[in-house]
């Protein structure tokens, strides 16, 4: 029934409140000027707005219901396409969600990528690793500015013993100057040891830390992106990640963009075969 509530936006409630605030108010007004005709007239607009309200909360419901088939059906092609011996941490609200879990599994498959790179650490890491170890070969690190956050991370990809695959890293978050710009990212220098990344994966640091929090990520490590390399970025629908892209795009003219429609969206940039001088 969460879900369900979440029906009700914030601006649904103040007409509600203030549609049965006013209204007995200006049936008042009505029947003083026009008597019982008014009123009843006053009556038939109050039924059609309610009317039409059940019809919108209906078309939402469909639309809720059907994102919920979606991801329970993603769930399923997890289960059906990794090994999974344990439970997998809790999916949706701040962490991926299913959806988006599948198109990374495609992704690994795909690419079979060498070197993984992630921002953001937590159930994606552990489904990467599963997928790599299918695949048979490469390897993770998964940045998280939490250390405490990192170390659970750590102690689940245990748990699937899958800690062969992935490096949790606690990287604090510190400035980084980008064209000028000074802006807060995982620290650098935990990817020192990183010279080419087939595969990164951008979902942190978290947007509390400021706008265009994950902004950081292609610049900085642009030039270590392999040919092939893929990006794959997580919340695409959300206005900073939407305006991110669109930053890269402009400064990096060498990178195609393709958007898969996920829950939350998902957004995949590739380098184009002729890169850029800038």
Request: hydrophobic share 45%.
């Amino acid at each position: 029934m969460r879900g369900f509530r979440l029906q009700l936006k914030r601006l649904d409630r103040v007409i509600l409140v203030g549609f049965f605030v006013l209204f007995p108010a200006a049936a008042l007004g009505t029947w003083a000027v026009g008597g019982w005709p008014a009123v009843i007239a006053d009556l038939g607009l109050v039924v059609a707005i309610t009317l039409a309200l059940q019809l919108e909360l209906y078309r939402r419901s469909q639309r809720w219901t059907g994102q919920i088939y979606r991801q329970v059906e993603s769930l399923f092609s997890i289960y059906g396409a990794l090994p999974i011996t344990s439970p997998l941490p809790p999916m949706r609200d701040t962490a991926i969600s299913p959806d988006f879990a599948t198109v990374l599994i495609a992704l690994i498959r795909e690419l079979r990528p060498g070197c993984v790179v992630e921002a953001g650490s937590g159930v994606s890491t552990v489904i990467a690793a599963y997928a790599l170890k299918g695949n048979g070969c490469g390897r993770m690190i998964s940045l998280d500015h939490d250390a405490g956050y990192a170390m659970a991370s750590s102690r689940e990809l245990r748990r699937h013993s899958l800690d062969d695959i992935v490096s949790v890293r606690y990287a604090p978050i510190v400035d980084v100057r980008v064209n000028g710009t000074v802006w807060p990212w995982y620290d650098p220098g935990e990817l020192a040891d990183v010279a080419s990344i087939d595969l990164l994966i951008i979902d942190g640091p978290p947007g509390k830390l400021g706008r265009l929090a994950r902004y950081p990520a292609l610049p900085i490590l642009i030039d270590r992106l392999s040919d092939n390399a893929v990006v794959l970025l997580d919340d695409s629908l959300r206005r900073d990640e939407s305006e991110m892209v669109d930053m890269w795009l402009r400064e990096f003219t060498d990178i195609l963009v393709e958007k898969v429609r996920t829950e939350k969206g998902a957004a995949i940039l590739r380098r184009t075969r002729e890169r850029s001088s800038g």
